[in-house]
């Protein structure tokens, strides 16, 4: 029996997405060879600097990776809660894990008045799925009804199971080292400047080049860290909507949410900020429109209500034949 | 999910497993024989309805059908819910020897949301049972695991659920039916209609 289904992939989003994170992997690749040009110039000073800033890049990747659950509540200030301390919200996540057939995370309510959510985790085993106590407040005067929080949850069990903190991870690494290797490098310019000798010239071409490559680089992946993060939210908004089968439901959800975000007092936006990326919409808005929005890690309300409404018209329509 | 699926952040919707519905009315005759507990006759399908007339459309299509044995005065008309998580359930009312016949009305259900493309959204069939001292319990398959298991509510607003009877039926049924080994996965059905 051919299976039918509505659920076709977003062709336009996945082109976007592959060249973005191929433009990451080509940045990559030349940064990994301007390394390994340096290490056989071996001169020590500047393989150095370039071993410290990988063992330093890779080993706070591998402790964001590890503890970015742990890390992510703390920040928030979360506590995890039991079916029996949160009877509702467990409720809808368990409907939601069965409905995708996935591993249920831990939930943990944050005790912040903004309304917003969050999910992080290395895997669908350690992952923890975190709302705020201002998204459950059903005293709000723009509070959400449960199908709208319904919403929220499946786009966070969505960033769960496209493994999103590890794919993140991976693709800021090369900025973090990038990053690393401009600190360094000036660290050396300013302290090691007097110890070199008259023969050593190439050192002091070597260490200005190395820093200025890694801050051309650490603003490019930067760029398409951001961009890949954008695309990232656009597709877990999509995986959630198909699995509630309510695209509006999670449009209304994200209009209410946006606008409550600009009514919150400035200092709780500022401690909130940190945690940006995780959440399902960010909590400081960068003003303006065009350029403004290369650097957000969340898109704009605009383009994601678009999205929503175009998936609405696909789940009306008569299903084709495209398994 | 694949590796390719991660890496693109798209997730393919999970089609539903039917077949294994059709163990029920066996594993039914053997908890009965075993336990005590029989069929109360009610089944329900649970499912998330999707925005938009042509879903209510394949619903109210479904129903009809299943409506038209009722008219032949052969069970009767089912009951379409919608719960306070915004789930949809049908249920269908037979006599309680009818298990074949109240499988058939689960299955019709099934085949027209999986037949027009909306397998994705099925959550779960139940089936209610109960025993001589009035305990209740519900056979809950989920549809995307394709595995059974019991649910037995002891006090809804407590959230009481008998522990030691659901797992007495485990064991009881582990030869009949598929059973769902990861317990995380046995969530409370509070309110479940026609259970």
């Not at chain 1, 400081?284 to 605009?302: A, R, V």
């Not at chain 1, 329509?317 to 495209?322: F, G, H, R, T, Y």
């Amino acid at each position: 029996m051919a299976t039918r289904t509505r659920y076709a992939p977003d062709k336009g989003l996945t082109v976007r997405m592959t060249a973005t994170m191929f433009l990451l992997g080509l940045v990559f690749v030349a940064f990994v060879a301007l390394i390994i040009g340096v290490m056989s110039a071996a001169h020590v000073s500047a393989a150095g600097i370039v071993f410290v800033a990988l063992i330093f890049g890779f080993g706070s990747a591998w402790v964001s990776l590890f503890y970015s659950d742990k890390i992510a509540l703390a920040a928030a200030g979360a506590r995890e809660v039991t079916p029996q301390q949160a009877p509702q919200l467990h409720a809808i996540v368990d409907r939601l894990c069965a409905l995708a057939d996935m591993d249920k995370p831990r939930v943990a309510i944050a005790p912040t008045r903004m309304m917003n959510a969050f999910a992080t985790g290395r895997n669908s085993k350690n992952s923890v799925l975190c709302v705020t106590e201002g998204i459950l407040d059903q005293n709000q005067p723009n509070h959400l009804t449960n199908e709208e929080l319904e919403g929220v949850l499946a786009h966070e069990l969505s960033h769960v199971a496209h493994k999103d903190v590890q794919v993140m991870t991976i693709a800021s690494l090369l900025a973090i080292v990038a990053g690393l290797l401009v600190r360094f490098a000036f660290y050396s310019e300013l302290f090691g400047g007097g110890r070199r000798g008259g023969n050593n010239n190439q050192a002091a071409l070597l260490i200005p080049l190395i820093m200025l490559v890694s801050a051309v680089v650490y603003a490019i992946s930067f760029l398409l860290i951001r961009s890949l993060s954008r695309y990232r939210e656009l597709a877990a908004d999509r995986s959630g909507a198909l699995l509630t089968g309510q695209p509006s439901a999670l449009a209304s959800a994200l209009v209410k949410v946006s606008n409550s975000m600009q009514r919150i007092p400035t200092q709780d936006l500022r401690k909130q900020e940190p945690l940006n990326a995780f959440y399902f919409a960010p909590a400081l808005k960068l003003n303006g429109q065009g350029l403004g929005n290369i650097f957000s890690t969340h898109p704009s309300l605009e383009k994601r209500l678009d999205q929503l409404a175009k998936i609405q018209r696909q789940l009306g329509e008569v299903a084709p034949d495209n398994r | 999910m694949g590796f390719f699926d991660v890496l693109l952040g798209r997730t393919k919707p999970v089609q539903p497993k039917l077949d294994d519905l059709f163990a029920l009315p066996s594993a039914a005759v053997q908890l009965q024989a075993a336990s005590g507990f029989t069929p109360t006759g009610s089944g329900s399908v649970c499912f998330r309805a999707v925005e938009g007339k042509t879903f209510a459309d394949i619903q109210k299509d479904v129903t009809e059908l299943l409506d038209m044995d009722a008219e032949k005065g052969t069970a009767l008309p089912v009951e379409v819910t919608r719960d306070s998580y915004g789930f949809t359930w049908i249920v269908s009312n037979h006599m309680s020897d009818e298990m074949d016949g109240l499988v058939t009305d689960l299955h019709a259900v099934n085949s027209a949301l999986v037949d027009n493309g909306f397998g994705p959204q099925l959550l779960c069939t139940l089936v209610a049972f109960r025993d001589d001292s009035n305990r209740r319990l519900g056979l809950v398959y989920l549809y995307k695991r394709g595995t059974f298991y019991p649910f037995a509510p002891v006090n809804e607003r407590l959230q009481q659920r008998d522990n030691a009877i659901e797992i007495q039926v485990k064991g009881l049924l582990s030869d009949d039916l598929k059973i769902e080994q990861d317990l995380a996965r046995w969530f409370p059905v509070w309110g479940a209609p026609g259970l």
